[in-house]
């Protein structure tokens, strides 16, 4: 099942003009920089603002055309603010509980099972003005949760959170992904957090979809902004194949071959996230023998992008998408074109989920 939502709205300098499809399942990132907007299309999407003329179909449901007009509270949606908005005169048990009085579906998590997983055991008789802010925002996760919606929409959540916050709860949010059968549409221009999270990606900018597509395809994408960017990355998901215990280290497996990382505490099989920079990518075109390296993995050049005195090279890696940072005297040295065929090597690779 998908979503489908056509808008389009001028607000004085700003126009929106989207169309897009949205994937019923896993976690869709609404990405672009400030001012793109996200959140417009977000508040579209709930309800919150009705703009004249949009379409929007969920599955089978019509919610928005020319005829109709589904107001918020009758869509099976909850929405995750910037702020987390609680009741400050209701400890925590309290506002909990108010999102299971608008209860969307008798099937939704329960209680002790949202209490569980965004880890609230010792917090439920506090009071909401004590909680910090990163705690205040887990509360108001579970609230949404807790009204047993079908869609969650999740609009910077962890905007208003420093950094430090920001890392306590990212793990919170990665075990509801894991936990939830639940679509969740993310709005974000942080891409640290859209590589943890996300599974597609929606590209805005100045009010327009830009791309959508799976995140590692989007992301990899040499004529968009992502990897145009000095965060250049790919994301790949890989297995846990092993453990080399007297280095600490443990090996990953993926399409492209293997892979060794930092000791990841977790079982043979076991499925990871891993994030690798273009900046950590460079390229031979003969297999080293004698290199301090430990990842080398054989690739094909895909597209070339030059931009100043940098070149960014797109590979495959068995069918997985990889970017490396070279400079464009190294490219024109070695002769690089698209389809070279050449291998990888990979100085760091991050281990997010």
Same mark, same amino acid.
């Given at each position: 099942?998908?979503? /489908? !939502?056509?808008? &389009?709205?001028?607000? #004085?300098?700003? =126009? ?9 399942? @896993? ?98 008789? /506090? !009071?909401?003005? &004590?909680?910090?802010? #990163?705690?205040? =925002? ?9 009204? @047993? ?106 399409? #492209? ?97």
């Amino acid at each position: 099942m998908t979503i /489908q !939502a056509t808008f &389009s709205r001028r607000l #004085g300098d700003f =126009q929106l003009a989207v169309a897009t499809d949205i994937p019923a399942q @896993g976690v869709t990132a609404l990405f672009g920089p400030s001012g793109s907007g996200k959140t417009t299309l977000l508040r579209a999407l709930a309800g919150l603002d009705r703009i004249a003329g949009g379409q929007l179909r969920y599955g089978s449901q019509v919610w928005q055309d020319a005829d109709t007009f589904l107001p918020t509270h009758r869509r099976p949606v909850s929405y995750v603010f910037q702020e987390p908005s609680l009741f400050p005169h209701m400890d925590v048990r309290g506002n909990l509980r108010y999102g299971m009085k608008r209860r969307i579906r008798s099937d939704g998590p329960g209680f002790d099972d949202v209490v569980h997983w965004l880890g609230l055991e010792n917090l439920l008789d /506090q !009071a909401g003005p &004590s909680l910090s802010g #990163g705690q205040q =925002q887990r509360v108001a996760i579970g609230r949404a949760l807790l009204s @047993g919606p079908e869609w969650l929409l999740m609009d910077e959540p962890l905007a208003s959170l420093d950094h430090a916050a920001r890392a306590r709860i990212l793990p919170y949010l990665e075990r509801l992904v894991r936990q939830l059968e639940l679509p969740v549409l993310y709005v974000s221009h942080a891409s640290s957090e859209v590589a943890r999270l996300a599974d597609w990606m929606i590209l805005m900018d100045r009010g327009s979809t830009v791309a959508a597509g799976p995140l590692d395809a989007v992301l990899t994408r040499l004529d968009l902004g992502p990897a145009r960017s000095e965060q250049a990355e790919a994301v790949i998901q890989a297995q846990v194949a092993g453990q080399d215990p007297a280095y600490a280290l443990t090996r990953l497996t993926f399409p #492209g071959g293997d892979l060794w990382v930092p000791h990841v505490d977790a079982n043979p099989g076991a499925s990871v996230r891993i994030q690798i920079l273009a900046r950590d990518v460079s390229l031979t075109l003969e297999q080293p023998r004698q290199t301090s390296v430990l990842n080398v993995i054989p690739c094909r050049v895909v597209d070339i992008l030059e931009q100043d005195h940098q070149a960014i090279l797109q590979l495959d890696a068995g069918g997985s998408p990889l970017l490396a940072s070279i400079t464009r005297r190294s490219r024109e040295q070695l002769g690089v074109q698209t389809g070279t065929q050449a291998f990888a090597q990979i100085k760091s690779v991050a281990v997010l989920v």
